[in-house]
């Protein structure tokens, strides 16, 4: 595939602005850098514990807006060996007037501070003066 070749992806009706899988070091916070049309969107992952068993029903996710086009999201006690994701894409606004959601999975790889982190970016429909 050439520079000039890009392939287009959708599900129903989204399309796929970006998707991949990467395996982190250790806690250590994840940067996204979005841009979509000289529109940018910067996410921060940031995993948390504050327990060390896998006890699905203490994980939770809390959001901090960091700026208009930045947010943090604090992955808490995301310590399932089975994985955690969403069910439904979490919209967040939009990025160069189309709405921006995001899909994920997490899992943390047994007794290790190491998580396998799977990400989806999707694009919705076109917004006016978004």
């Known amino acids: 595939m050439d520079s000039e070749s890009k392939i287009k ?18 806690d250590e916070e994840l ?5 979509y049309k000289n529109d ?3 996410f921060y992952f940031k995993f948390l514990n504050n327990i ?8 939770r996710t809390e959001f901090e807006l960091i700026n208009e086009g930045a947010i943090r999201i604090k992955f808490i006690n995301y ?3 089975l994985g ?13 007037n189309r709405q921006l959601s995001l899909a994920y999975y997490i899992v943390r790889l ?8 799977s990400f989806t970016f999707y694009l919705d429909k076109e917004v006016q003066n978004g």
Request: proline share 5%.
């Open 84 to 96: 955690m994701f969403n069910l439904i894409p979490i919209p967040f606004g939009t990025i160069g």
């Open 31 to 35: 940067i996204f850098d979005l841009i």
């Open 110 to 117: 047994n007794n290790t501070k190491r998580r396998k982190v």
């Open 9 to 26: 992806v959708r599900s129903g009706e989204y399309e796929i602005l970006d998707s991949g899988m990467l395996l982190t070091f250790s």
């Open 79 to 81: 310590n399932s060996a």
């Open 52 to 59: 060390e068993d896998d006890k699905p029903e203490l994980a």
């Open 40 to 42: 940018h969107a910067t």
